[in-house]
């Protein structure tokens, strides 16, 4: 059989292809920023009681067997060699100092939070009730919390000043605000923003799939301390992490850390954030959902709740943070 090019007629009255009929190309999910979902999720869950119990036992326990365990090595130790036992001894007694110091500095940070949260609490109650004396007496609070730090010796000395002149509340705390915390909230926004732009390079340039969860939730860590430590309410270990979970837990219940693309387009604009990477935009989105945390974490760390006038912008925020990582063009 002789091989060669084959003909293959076609009819000339065969419909053609129906494009509307074709199968439709489904939509590519948006970024959702699920780092920092997935790190809001971990901080804000409550354990159960059973697991409350069980690490409450399980440290007990270990803590008795460590605490025995050193005691019969130091006394057997004195038993066999008094001076090098003495030694031993001595170091144990500095450990547990040391471990005391901790533990009052931990419960000195807590106390300074609920300081500041009573102070907060205050606040609305006098402005709620137009109360001037309330608002006064909150004032002087105030002032006294910050007494000893050398960076608000200026603003204290100014509102000390012309506190006689306000006889309304609101615009009593205001004061407060213009003179002594203003300058806290723009240092407290610049932590805020460069938590923002952490996230979002890590998480834009980082393929590793935890990577961005533990970086998402180890920034906001560091940047609600550092808020905290700005406001003046040191948080310690223990402090931190009541803090982080207390503004998680709003976060969640609000659904606030839910939506990030939404804050975004109105900085990036609704074509170009559809035209980022899936990496790139999910760094993006992370990077507003954690100036999201961190305005929220000003207002659970500050000393008075913010008026309209110096509530921060979390768009402001966001494009500040992330003005460098993007360009419109």
């Known amino acids: 059989m002789a091989k060669g090019p084959v003909l293959i007629d076609l009819d000339d009255d ?23 979902q997935s790190a809001a999720r971990l901080a804000a869950r409550k354990p159960s009681a059973l697991a409350r119990w069980f690490w409450g036992l399980a440290l007990s326990v270990v803590g008795a067997a460590i605490s025995v365990a050193a005691w019969d090595f130091a006394t057997s130790l004195v038993a066999r060699t008094p001076v090098l036992g003495w030694i031993v001894a001595g170091l144990l007694a500095a450990l547990v100092l040391v471990v005391v110091i901790i533990a009052l500095r931990e419960l000195a940070a807590l106390g300074r939070l609920s300081r500041v949260d009573g102070m907060r609490r205050a606040a609305d ?8 004396a309330q608002a006064r007496a909150v004032t002087h609070r105030i002032i006294a919390f910050y007494k000893g730090r050398e960076d608000t010796r200026w603003g204290r000395e100014r509102l000390s000043e012309r506190m006689g002149e306000q006889f309304d509340a609101e615009a009593l705390l205001n004061l407060a605000e213009d003179e002594l915390l203003a300058p806290l909230d723009a240092a407290a926004s610049r932590e805020v923003e460069a938590a923002a732009r952490q996230v979002a390079t ?59 693309d939404d804050l975004l387009e109105p900085v990036l604009g609704g074509s ?13 989105v992370n990077g507003a959902l954690s100036a999201r945390v961190g305005v929220a974490a000003m207002e659970v760390c500050r000393p008075l709740p913010f008026s309209k006038r110096h509530k921060p912008s979390t768009r402001g925020i966001i494009k500040r943070a992330l003005q460098g990582l993007f360009s419109k063009g």
């Open 202 to 260: 890590v998480t834009a340039l980082v393929p590793l799939a935890l990577a961005d969860v533990v970086t998402a939730l180890a920034a906001s860590l560091r940047m609600i301390r550092r808020i905290a430590e700005i406001y003046g309410g040191w948080a310690g270990t223990l402090g931190s992490w009541r803090l982080t979970r207390a503004v998680f837990v709003h976060l969640v219940a609000t659904g606030a850390v839910a939506v990030g």
């Open 272 to 284: 170009v954030l559809s035209k980022l990477s899936r990496r790139f935009g999910e760094g993006l």
């Open 14 to 36: 065969e419909p053609a292809a129906d494009v509307a009929q074709a199968v439709p190309v489904p939509d590519i999910v948006p970024p959702q920023g699920q780092a920092m």
């Open 125 to 132: 109650i006098a402005l709620a009730d137009e109360d001037l």
